[in-house]
């Protein structure tokens, strides 16, 4: 993976506030899952938005990864702040790898990867490394759940991706460089080539 560097590290923490207050409005106003649902944010950060996911659409499961130990502690101390009496025993925060995520297949009906996939490979142009993170996601995600993402490296190559492999994608909302989109797994598995 690309590990962060501390520059990197502050504007991961100090601005995510605006950043998933913003990105979440977004969700909310694209996405209606299922009540019950199970919610995996890859790459999460300081885990507000997985935070503002649990809050707003109130999961049975929501858990947040991350691979860097030193991310993993600013979200436990920015979930403390969040939730002085304890979080909410839906949230989850995990070290894990989003190359080798520790889950058995067909678990969430939704997976938030936000500015997380091009950080899988050392190179963040390396596109073998994104689609690794993305056959992953794909096999962590029921039929017929979503991947939503945020990215702004190799965008075009994660759209084909996705659609080669039968996903349905839209909405996608264009920002500058960033592009974020809801893909579709689909319901029914691709028939062999
Ligand atoms: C640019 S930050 C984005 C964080 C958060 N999603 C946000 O937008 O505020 C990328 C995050 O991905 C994490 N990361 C890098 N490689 C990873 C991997 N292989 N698996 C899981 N997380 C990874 C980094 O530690 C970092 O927290």
Known sequence: MAEMNAVGRFFVNAFSARRSRRRYAWIRAQLTLPPGSTILEV??????????????????????????????????????????????????LRAADMLGLPFPPAQFDAVLAFEALHHAGPDHHDFERIAGALAE???????GGVLVYEDFVRTDRLQSWLAGHGYAIGPVLRRRRHESAIARKPRDPAPAP
């Open 43 to 92: 790459g999460c950060g300081n885990a507000d938005l997985a935070a503002r996911m649990t809050d707003g659409f109130a999961p049975v499961r929501c858990v947040a990864v991350d691979l860097e130990p030193r991310q993993i502690e600013a979200a436990r101390q920015n979930l403390a702040r969040r939730y002085p009496a304890g979080a909410p025993a839906a949230l989850e």
């Open 137 to 143: 996601i794909d096999r962590v995600l029921r039929p």
